[in-house]
């Protein structure tokens, strides 16, 4: 007969949706995740399981490190626990907010239990934004002027020159101005190779620079640090016009925590008890 072809096929279907899905092979309803969940889940007692545990205490928000991996993050208020293998252990701590400030230590772990790690990243922070301060201008000496270590980076005319000064803020001050001619050609040096004869390692990004000197009609003085040579320029052209910013400088007029290295050459001294 027709059907008895069939016959057997059909009872293999049957007997099969009798079977259980999880004899099958098949994940039961809600547990598509289940090796990963199990992967954590074997990640964490096995971190548990482990003889050393540092907690981590920190004076500003920081992103913690231990041996090359990251750990967690730390909360002044929020400590951090952390299990790990006996021996040397290496810690980095990143600020949140500040990433150039960087805090590294080595502790030992000689036998099981548990040990305080405080992060002094405050004292990073501190650190970072005065290398970072002292690294952005160049102080004259000669002169007693502060330049910033670049030009505005785009074309502009007088008036936005003007304006872009005013507003900046750099090295941790706010009192930038638009300099007087002199004050630009003291910065040129016929040492430098560099396209543009200029001292301080600044990075000029064209050869011209606005000054300040404007006699009130349509062209102020320009130098041009490429021939060391000063230009009237209309004070409404802008292509290949950039705007150098300068103010006075002195050892006493530096915030303090850039005074020590930066004014005299020497090394900032560290501050004491640094642990």
């Not at 992967?39 to 004076?59: Q, R, V």
């Not at 040990?115 to 952005?136: D, F, H, K, N």
């Not at 990075?203 to 000063?230: I, P």
Request: glycine share 10%.
């Amino acid at each position: 007969m027709w059907w008895s072809r069939y016959l057997p096929g059909a009872l293999f279907v049957v007997l099969l949706a009798s079977v259980p899905g999880a004899a099958r092979g098949a994940p039961a309803a809600g547990q598509d995740s289940a090796p990963v969940a199990d992967a954590a889940d074997e990640e964490a007692d096995s971190d548990a399981e482990l003889p050393g545990l540092l907690i981590f205490e920190t004076d500003a928000p920081s992103y913690v490190y231990v041996d090359g991996e990251i750990k967690g993050r730390v909360e002044p208020d929020t400590p951090l626990e952390v299990r790990v293998e006996l021996g040397e252990v290496e810690i980095r701590a990143v600020g949140i907010g500040a990433s150039g400030a960087v805090w590294e230590k080595t502790v030992e772990l000689p036998e099981p239990g548990e040990q305080t790690v405080r992060i002094r990243m405050g004292r990073a922070i501190r650190l970072w934004r005065r290398e970072e301060r002292q690294s952005a201008v160049f102080r004259d000496a000669k002169t007693h002027l502060m330049w910033p270590k670049r030009d505005n980076g785009s074309d502009v005319d007088l008036r936005r020159a003007h304006a872009y000064c005013s507003d900046m803020e750099t090295g941790g001050f706010d009192d930038w101005r638009l300099p007087l001619l002199e004050e630009l050609r003291s910065l040129e040096s016929i040492w430098q190779r560099a396209p543009y004869k200029i001292k301080g390692e600044i990075l000029l990004t064209e050869c011209c620079m606005w000054s300040s000197e404007y006699d009130g009609t349509a062209r102020a003085w320009t130098f041009n640090f490429r021939f060391r040579q000063a230009f009237q320029t209309n004070a409404g052209y802008a292509i290949g016009l950039r705007a150098l910013c300068v103010r006075p400088w002195s050892p006493e007029s530096e915030p303090e925590e850039t005074k020590g290295g930066a004014a005299t050459g020497e090394p900032p001294a560290s501050d004491p008890g640094d642990g």
